[in-house]
């Protein structure tokens, strides 16, 4: 039930929903966790061989809302263990 | 014979404010050559003017309150007026630096991995070493409220007592804090975290050795029979200073050791 929840929602998307946690102008917290949030998710969810489309939610949202030069810099950094963030 | 017709101190004409002023010209401009020049010269003739300055000013604020009887009753009551608003914006210039520090840790970047302490960032324990210092200021504190005391009381060999253990506990937090900094596993480098941690802490540390230096002024004093049971203003001003730095101690420790970490 949840996969087709899933899947609608992907399907629909047009761009990043407002999100409650981050109401205010400063949009870099919100980019930074649906980032650390997709790479979470993957990492957990192939941990348990499990499928990972839930986790494509939080790739669309962080390639809506982040600067691609972020995106670069900080799979860059996961390239080379050099990344900041608790994945 | 000419008298004056109150109580007020009509000081007599001194060369120190404007060798305390020159100092400052010189030491900012000593700066400012040594960062571009690097010559150190001017900035040494700055801070030896100072010291100059301030051995000579206060010997004669003492020579003219304990020697010459010029501290009456409201002229003492402006000098703790000076004293109580010298504190307060000593108080608003650390308020600057925990601003800073809750600026930065309260909603850390992404360069830092969104975290605090900043990934990388091995922080120190607070149940060490901090945890002693913060008990010997505590320490420090109840000894020199003993000293005042035993100073009210006319009691002179306590007063000294007191005030001398109170000065050791000054330069032993001044000795394990200097260890701590040889010992930590970061810098003032090393990101925000470094920055607000070695400036806060470091502003803090100087401001314990001006206290002890006080201290240890009061106390040469005492030992010399400068103070009565009555009067001794010198040694309260020495002894808020130190409840003052004690205080920012603990908002330190708080804050930046014990949430900090």
């Given at each position: 039930?949840?996969?087709?929840?899933?899947?609608?929602?992907?399907?629909?998307?047009?761009?990043?929903?407002?999100?409650?946690?981050?109401?205010?102008?400063?949009?870099?917290?919100?980019?930074?966790?649906?980032?650390?949030?997709?790479?979470?998710?993957?990492?957990?969810?192939?941990?348990?061989?499990?499928?990972?489309?839930?986790?494509?939610?939080?790739?669309?949202?962080?390639?809506?809302?982040?600067?691609?030069?972020?995106?670069?810099?900080?799979?860059?950094?996961?390239?080379?263990?050099?990344?900041?963030?608790?994945? | 014979?000419?008298?004056?017709?109150?109580?007020?101190?009509?000081?007599?004409?001194?060369?120190?404010?404007?060798?305390?002023?020159?100092?400052?010209?010189?030491?900012?401009?000593?700066?400012?050559?040594?960062?571009?020049?690097?010559?150190?010269?001017?900035?040494?003739?700055?801070?030896?003017?100072?010291?100059?300055?301030?051995?000579?000013?206060?010997?004669?604020?003492?020579?003219?309150?304990?020697?010459?009887?010029?501290?009456?009753?409201?002229?003492?009551?402006?000098?703790?007026?000076?004293?109580?608003l010298f504190i307060t914006s000593e108080v608003f210039f650390f308020l600057g630096?925990?601003?800073?520090?809750?600026?930065?840790?309260?909603?850390?970047?992404?360069?830092?991995?969104?975290?605090?302490?900043?990934?990388?960032?091995?922080?120190?324990?607070?149940?060490?070493?901090?945890?002693?210092?913060?008990?010997?200021?505590?320490?420090?504190?109840?000894?020199?409220?003993?000293?005042?005391?035993?100073?009210?009381?006319?009691?002179?060999?306590?007063?000294?007592?007191?005030?001398?253990?109170?000065?050791?506990?000054?330069?032993?937090?001044?000795?394990?804090?200097?260890?701590?900094?040889?010992?930590?596993?970061?810098?003032?480098?090393?990101?925000?975290?470094?920055?607000?941690?070695?400036?806060?802490?470091?502003?803090?540390?100087?401001?314990?050795?001006?206290?002890?230096?006080?201290?240890?002024?009061?106390?040469?004093?005492?030992?010399?029979?400068?103070?009565?049971?009555?009067?001794?203003?010198?040694?309260?001003?020495?002894?808020?200073?130190?409840?003052?730095?004690?205080?920012?101690?603990?908002?330190?420790?708080?804050?930046?050791?014990?949430?900090?970490?």
């Amino acid at each position: 039930m949840m996969a087709e929840d899933i899947q609608a929602k992907l399907k629909n998307y047009k761009t990043a929903p407002f999100d409650a946690r981050f109401p205010n102008q400063n949009q870099t917290r919100n980019c930074f966790q649906n980032y650390l949030d997709f790479h979470r998710c993957t990492k957990v969810l192939t941990a348990k061989g499990a499928d990972t489309t839930p986790c494509e939610w939080f790739r669309r949202v962080y390639k809506s809302l982040c600067p691609i030069s972020w995106i670069n810099k900080w799979n860059d950094q996961l390239e080379e263990g050099t990344f900041p963030g608790k994945i | 014979m000419a008298h004056q017709a109150h109580a007020y101190h009509m000081v007599d004409p001194s060369p120190w404010p404007l060798t305390g002023a020159t100092a400052a010209l010189l030491m900012t401009s000593g700066l400012a050559i040594w960062f571009h020049f690097h010559s150190l010269s001017l900035l040494y003739l700055g801070l030896t003017l100072l010291l100059l300055t301030m051995i000579q000013w206060w010997r004669d604020i003492i020579r003219e309150g304990t020697f010459q009887g010029h501290h009456t009753p409201p002229v003492q009551k402006g000098l703790r007026y000076g004293m109580i608003l010298f504190i307060t914006s000593e108080v608003f210039f650390f308020l600057g630096f925990f601003w800073a520090f809750y600026h930065s840790s309260l909603a850390p970047t992404p360069e830092l991995g969104g975290c605090w302490p900043p990934t990388g960032i091995n922080p120190l324990d607070p149940f060490e070493v901090p945890l002693l210092n913060t008990a010997v200021l505590l320490a420090s504190g109840v000894t020199v409220t003993w000293a005042h005391h035993s100073l009210m009381e006319g009691n002179r060999k306590e007063a000294i007592q007191a005030l001398t253990l109170t000065i050791i506990l000054g330069f032993y937090f001044t000795a394990l804090q200097a260890m701590e900094y040889y010992e930590a596993p970061f810098t003032i480098a090393d990101g925000v975290y470094g920055t607000t941690f070695f400036v806060a802490t470091g502003f803090h540390g100087l401001h314990v050795i001006i206290g002890s230096t006080f201290l240890t002024i009061c106390l040469l004093r005492q030992i010399q029979y400068h103070f009565t049971s009555e009067h001794h203003f010198g040694f309260e001003a020495a002894a808020w200073y130190w409840h003052f730095v004690d205080v920012v101690w603990l908002f330190l420790y708080v804050s930046i050791y014990w949430w900090g970490s």
